[in-house]
């Protein structure tokens, strides 16, 4: 789920969705929430601020979980775990996304916080303290470098706070970018990115016999990873390409196992194929190479 900001440009999901799942991505239900113009600041801050008031996060929030999520799963083929479930937002968007990844663990188990509006409350950083960590989560922290003064220090602040809550490093990705601004062209280049992490680790079908012959340990990777093809003999070449099916690196096969450097191809999300000795590729896993 995201939440829409103030301006009406597109982060055109529909169109990065469409280009994953042209690449092998299994694709995602994704419901966008459109915010009370006026009322905006109301709807998307869980506290208030002394200048701009605010506040109503918690009735934005039990609508989503109470009323919009149980209209989805009750009328569309999802997967309705927190396994399988993010929210996803910018700006204030981002806060409020934030707070109810934390508020509701339960229910989701993953967030996207980009360019958060962590400077309207304080009490952004002591809600995560007070409640801590209380099931595995991903989450993803992303910000620009040309947004303002406090954004990079705020982000990182956050980063640090979820560390003293409980969550561990695997389970947070902090990203910045020298060029990123707080605007939607930033957060639609970047969408593609975030979601490939943030689902990195789901299963994609209990019918995807290629997802059970092949292991790719450690997943997410700093350095170096080990892809093992038991159960896969008929593969001849992996291909790694970039999230638009930009083909990055191939590797021929000459034996069950093959290490990919981060050196490879550097920081980011990843698809890895098969292709086998009739040129037929198919879709194994996403990689994610840490920083």
Request: proline share 4%; with cysteine; glycine share 8%.
């Amino acid at each position: 789920m995201t939440q829409a900001p103030a301006s009406k440009a597109s982060w055109e999901i529909d169109e990065s969705m469409n280009s994953l799942i042209a690449n092998g991505d299994p694709g995602a239900i994704v419901v966008g929430i459109d915010n009370g113009g006026q009322y905006r600041i109301d709807e998307l801050t869980p506290w208030t601020n002394p200048t701009y008031g605010g506040g109503d996060g918690d009735l934005y929030i039990d609508f989503i979980v109470q009323t919009l999520k149980p209209i989805v799963d009750a009328n569309f083929r999802t997967l309705p775990d927190r396994e399988h479930t993010a929210i996803i937002g910018s700006s204030s968007g981002g806060l409020v996304s934030m707070y109810a990844a934390i508020e509701h663990q339960d229910i989701f188990g993953k967030a996207g916080i980009l360019s958060p509006s962590f400077w309207f409350s304080e009490d952004a950083y002591t809600h995560v303290l007070n409640t801590g960590k209380q099931d595995d989560m991903r989450i993803y922290l992303m910000a620009g470098e040309q947004e303002s003064s406090t954004m990079i220090p705020n982000l990182t602040e956050m980063y640090n706070t979820f560390i003293s809550a409980g969550f561990q490093p695997n389970e947070l990705s902090f990203a910045t970018h020298w060029d990123g601004k707080h605007s939607e062209w930033y957060w639609r280049r970047e969408f593609p990115w975030v979601y490939l992490w943030l689902f990195a680790n789901t299963t994609v079908s209990v019918e995807d016999e290629s997802a059970k012959s092949v292991r790719v340990f450690p997943n997410p990777f700093a350095e170096s990873c080990v892809i093992d093809l038991n159960g896969f003999e008929s593969a001849t070449q992996l291909f790694v390409t970039d999230a638009s099916g930009r083909e990055m690196k191939n590797y021929a096969i000459r034996d069950n196992r093959i290490t990919i450097n981060k050196a490879d191809f550097g920081r980011g999300v990843f698809l890895l194929y098969a292709e086998n000795e009739n040129g037929l590729r198919r879709f194994l896993e996403k990689l994610v190479v840490l920083q």
